[in-house]
């Protein structure tokens, strides 16, 4: 049997940090999919496979995780003003309003579960809730990274699969697929993240990245979209 990395009670905090029960929302986003889905751009199984590895490669590895990353980072210092610079930096790379207010939810959502873990006086959480105009979701998932003593690359992991269950949830309503055909892309994804962490790990700050115009549009589609079950 392979060591833990984590000891085992660090490894179960970080897992209910990753669950999608965590009260933050993320079940109620597609993330522009079901924009997708509307526009017949995704209409099976392997359609919504590969929507979802572009997304995980072209999105989520050049900016979000790496992002996290700095953010774990800067947590451990912790140092306010790069904090600050890092959340203006996720917020002026989300192109639709439906894409703000996403991070900024969830992170305010997270900022809250964090208050059952952390004294109210604690320097760290205040200086979350300081952050303006809102707490992002990278920000705050990587204040949680620290709080339960995760390294950046198992924080990444964690981050990023807790993305590829909701997404591969939002993908089984919207889709619709059933819940084999949803295993079958979360194995898909799983496979995919390793490589994706390691990237978004290594990657050097000049060359991260958020473009994504087509997913940018069909989320500006969504936001006036007749009929939807989703908040993006």
Same mark, same amino acid.
């Given at each position: 049997m392979l060591p833990l990395t984590l000891p085992p009670a660090r490894l179960l905090q970080l897992m209910w940090l990753a669950s999608p029960a965590l009260p933050v929302g993320g079940f109620s986003y597609s993330e522009g999919l079901e924009a997708a889905c509307?526009?017949?751009?995704?209409?099976n199984e392997v359609e919504a496979r590969a929507w979802l590895t572009d997304q995980l490669q072209l999105s989520l590895a050049r900016f979000d995780l790496p992002l996290t990353a700095m953010a774990v980072e800067a947590w451990a210092m912790p140092d306010a003003a790069r904090l600050q610079e890092l959340n203006d930096w996720m917020l002026h790379t989300r192109e639709s309003a439906e894409?703000?207010?996403?991070?900024?939810?969830?992170?305010?959502?997270?900022?809250?579960?964090?208050?059952?873990?952390?004294?109210?006086?604690? /320097?760290?959480l205040l !200086? &979350?809730?300081?952050?303006?105009?809102?707490?992002?979701?990278?920000l705050a998932f990587g204040l949680a990274a620290s709080v339960v003593g995760a390294p950046p690359r198992e924080a990444l992991l964690a981050l990023a699969f807790s993305w590829a269950e909701n997404q591969v949830q939002a993908a089984i309503k919207a889709v619709p697929l059933g819940q084999s055909a949803g295993q079958r892309i979360l194995m898909s994804l799983s496979l995919a993240?390793?490589?994706?962490?390691?990237?978004a790990l290594t990657l050097p700050p000049e060359?991260?990245? /958020?473009?994504?115009? !087509? &997913?940018?549009?069909l989320s500006a589609q969504h936001e006036a979209q007749y009929s939807r079950i989703f908040r993006s």
């Open positions: 509307e526009s017949r751009l995704v209409t894409f703000r207010r996403q991070t900024e939810q969830t992170g305010r959502s997270l900022a809250e579960w964090l208050k059952l873990r952390l004294d109210a006086d604690d /320097a760290r !200086m &979350l809730q300081a952050l303006q105009p809102a707490p992002t979701w990278p993240i390793t490589d994706a962490v390691e990237r060359q991260m990245q /958020a473009f994504t115009p !087509m &997913l940018a549009i």
